[in-house]
């Protein structure tokens, strides 16, 4: 619990709507931008801007994908969705050689004082040049950024030992979809917080998140990207399959209890982490809850926790009858599964927020 409201308050305190923490791979990136894209399909705000930040975050997607996984750091990159109080920001981070950095910051630099029709032609001067052919391109999706965004690019260094740092690069742009550009402390989300909160989760094992506003469409797009990750990884069948199947349950577990947008901007976001942990991994959510569903639901993750495997086998074939225990029957099918397909215990705790609200967390191990 204490994990996922340290997580929880971060994303409120920063206002975040969207948080991916991992590698970043060519086969990840369409999921990871779909799901972005679902994101800002709920944000209200135009379509300029949508598809400015959307550029962006793909332009950064293969940038991370190209850089951030040739020091062994990969783990560590990072893309967040945040809100401001004029517009939104997408904030991606990956870790470099401290080395690297003079060099970045002076191409950064020097990019954020062109105006937007010499972007274009040293745009069009780098694709025409020799040099572009020679060195693949040194500086060229960073242009390609500028120019499709409209506007400058807020960046950030943050060490992290003698030998690397962490690179947080950001975009901002306000209702109407005009680029926002800050300096220093001005950034609506700083290097500093984005390297503790990729702490915190490294800190954790944390091996995914996610955090925002459940939707189908959401919900499809975060199942899709944890399929990716899941297929990626030397990950044995059977056992990715149980991970898959609990994932898609307990996904659905928080959009059913889900009060709504409003109220989880105002008193608590879903969470959704996933932990690798001596070989076991865990799955955890929190999200949102009515006072008044909280002895109820409490009662049916009570009666299955009193099941061992073969009793979970029986009461799961009744529920698929119909024939639900009466005194202390789940009806919730989705929470049978998960402690069947897990070989666990539903671990769970809810945490009374105010009259009307408590935050339910729900955490489920997956045993190899």
Same mark, same amino acid.
């Given at each position: ?120 032609? /040293? ?13 693949? +391109? ?7 950024? =500028? ?28 209702? /109407?979809? /005009? ?15 984005? $390297? ?5 989760? =490294? ?64 008193? +608590? ?52 009858? +119909? ?7 789940? +009806? ?6 998960? =402690?069947?397909? $897990? ?26």
């Amino acid at each position: 619990m204490d994990l996922t409201r340290s997580i929880r308050d971060k994303m409120m305190k920063e206002r975040l709507m969207f948080v991916y923490r991992g590698v970043v791979t060519n086969e990840n990136s369409v999921p990871l931008l779909m799901l972005l894209e679902k994101e800002m399909e709920n944000s209200e705000f135009g379509f300029v801007g949508r598809k400015r930040l959307f550029m962006f975050v793909l332009e950064s997607l293969q940038n991370v994908s190209k850089h951030g996984n040739l020091n062994h750091h990969g783990d560590m990159s990072l893309v967040v969705y945040s809100k401001t109080d004029n517009g939104y920001t997408v904030t991606t981070g990956n870790v470099l050689p401290s080395a690297n950095i003079n060099d970045l910051k002076v191409k950064l630099d020097e990019i954020n004082h062109l105006q937007p029709d010499e972007i274009r032609n /040293v745009y069009r001067q780098m694709l025409s040049t020799s040099e572009f052919s020679n060195k693949g +391109g040194a500086g060229l999706g960073l242009i390609e950024m =500028a120019k499709k965004t409209g506007n400058k690019l807020d960046y950030d260094f943050v060490p992290l030992d003698e030998e690397f740092s962490y690179f947080i690069l950001s975009k901002t742009v306000n209702s /109407v979809g /005009v680029g926002m550009h800050f300096r220093g402390e001005e950034q609506p989300f700083r290097g500093k917080v984005v $390297s503790q909160l990729e702490r915190l989760m =490294a800190e954790n094992n944390v091996y995914l998140i996610w955090s925002g506003h459940i939707s189908i469409e959401v919900e499809k797009e975060v199942i899709s990207l944890t399929e990716t990750k899941l297929s990626e990884e030397d990950i044995e069948l059977n056992l990715r399959r149980r991970i898959f199947s609990v994932l898609v349950e307990i996904i659905e577990n928080v959009a059913k209890y889900s009060p709504g947008k409003e109220p989880e901007e105002k008193f +608590g976001m879903p969470v959704a982490l996933i932990r690798l942990e001596d070989d076991e991994y865990t799955l955890t959510t929190g999200n949102l809850i009515l006072n008044e569903k909280v002895e109820d639901l409490k009662g049916k993750l009570d009666t299955i926790n009193k099941f061992d495997k073969v009793g979970l086998k029986e009461l799961f074939r009744k529920s698929l009858s +119909g024939q639900t225990i009466s005194s202390n029957s789940t +009806g919730n099918m989705g929470l049978i599964d998960m =402690a069947r397909k $897990s070989g666990s215990k539903l671990v769970y705790q809810f945490e009374q927020l105010n009259e009307l609200y408590s935050y339910y967390v729900l955490t489920v191990k997956v045993e190899g």
